[in-house]
T-cell receptor
Framework: AQSVTQLDSHVSVSEGTPVLLRCNYS??????LFWYVQHPNKGLQLLLKYTSAATLVKGINGFEAEFKKSETSFHLTKPSAHMSDAAEYFC????????????FGAGTRLAVHP | ETGVTQSPTHLIKTRGQQVTLRCSSQSGHNTVSWYQQALGQGPQFIFQYYREEENGRGNFPPRFSGLQFPNYSSELNVNALELDDSALYLCASSIGQGALGGYTFGSGTRLTVV
């Protein structure tokens, strides 16, 4: 069975400083991995996805993530945080069983301070 | 192009009652999935519908049921509501059964059971 562990429940950064949100996954085969963001009272928005192409994945709003098979990690980074980045972030693995279901991590709440 | 719309946005029900939540898929999407997001947790997969049939189910009891209509809109029905059913219910649509293109999520229905 596949699973996702987000290593930090809360991350706090100052505006303009780098962001690092950590995610480890468990999968018996090559996974599809995603990062979604959820702003208060909003639905989930896809930030980026990894589907066995390039290991460094670029997403929207300046975010990127690197797939490291040897470390079973898929950490999300951004060089410079903006106040609008404050939200809940979910690392997600897709499990294919004839249908696809998304397995979510518990989430990381990102706070950005001026 | 419209996104995924869910109704109602908020709902309060009494324990033991039944509830129906509705979802309109994004134009061109023929697969719909439902997720339950309890407070402070990541979304959990309930089930997926493809071509009007349930083709995948998570660890939810039979009192959680659904429908998908020919226009690909969908309903989630929950019978005999329990207090623990209080959560944000998210609908997600996609093209085909695969998640490689990512899912489009609605903003959710917040259900409170008292």
């Amino acid at each position: 069975a596949q699973s996702v562990t987000q290593l930090d429940s809360h991350v706090s950064v100052s505006e303009g400083t780098p962001v690092l949100l950590r995610c480890n996954y468990s999968s018996s085969y090559s996974p599809s991995l995603f990062w979604y963001v959820q702003h208060p009272n909003k639905g989930l928005q896809l930030l980026l996805k990894y589907t066995s192409a390039a290991t460094l994945v670029k997403g929207i709003n300046g975010f990127e993530a690197e797939f490291k098979k040897s470390e079973t990690s898929f950490h999300l980074t951004k060089p410079s945080a903006h106040m609008s980045d404050a939200a809940e972030y979910f690392c997600v693995v897709s499990e294919a069983q004839g249908y696809n279901k998304l397995i979510f991590g518990a989430g990381t709440r990102l706070a950005v301070h001026p | 192009e419209t996104g995924v719309t869910q109704s109602p946005t908020h709902l309060i029900k009494t324990r033991g009652q039944q509830v129906t939540l509705r979802c309109s898929s994004q134009s061109g999407h023929n697969t719909v999935s439902w997720y339950q997001q309890a407070l402070g947790q990541g979304p959990q997969f309930i089930f997926q519908y493809y071509r009007e049939e349930e083709n995948g189910r998570g660890n939810f009891p039979p009192r959680f049921s659904g429908l998908q209509f020919p226009n690909y809109s969908s309903e989630l029905n929950v019978n005999a509501l329990e207090l623990d059913d209080s959560a944000l219910y998210l609908c997600a649509s996609s093209i085909g059964q695969g998640a490689l293109g990512g899912y489009t999520f609605g903003s959710g229905t917040r259900l409170t059971v008292v």
